[in-house]
């Protein structure tokens, strides 16, 4: 079974935006400074990037670049990767 490069690439990049988007839309709404001090440092890799709610959409987006490029590139491996295991994987038919 192969796996669809782009299909992948956008479901992992869903899931990784909206964990971001969620996380952040929650730390703002209950104002925790002790992981809003964590949440923070995500600003160091997503230029733009704050704890509140505008933040948790910039946040989404660079969550989903991510996760895409992430989805895509595992899927790419696994895609050249999976023929040379074949025998290992998948049982013989008769």
């Keep these: 079974m192969k ?3 782009g299909a992948f690439g956008i479901s992992l990049g869903l899931v990784w935006g909206l964990f971001i988007l969620l996380a952040t839309w929650w730390l703002a709404f ?3 400074n ?3 001090f964590y949440m923070s440092k995500l600003s160091t890799f997503y230029l733009g990037y704050e704890v ?3 933040g948790g959409i910039i ?3 660079w969550g989903f670049v991510d996760g ?3 989805g895509f590139l595992i899927a790419w491996i696994y ?3 999976r023929p040379k295991f074949r025998k290992y994987i998948e049982p013989e038919r008769e």
């Design 52 to 54: 509140g709610l505008v």
């Design 30 to 32: 209950i104002d925790s």
């Design 79 to 81: 895609n050249t990767i």
């Design 68 to 70: 895409f490029i992430a």
């Design 3 to 5: 796996f669809s490069r």
């Design 34 to 36: 002790s992981y809003h």
């Design 59 to 61: 946040g989404f987006i």
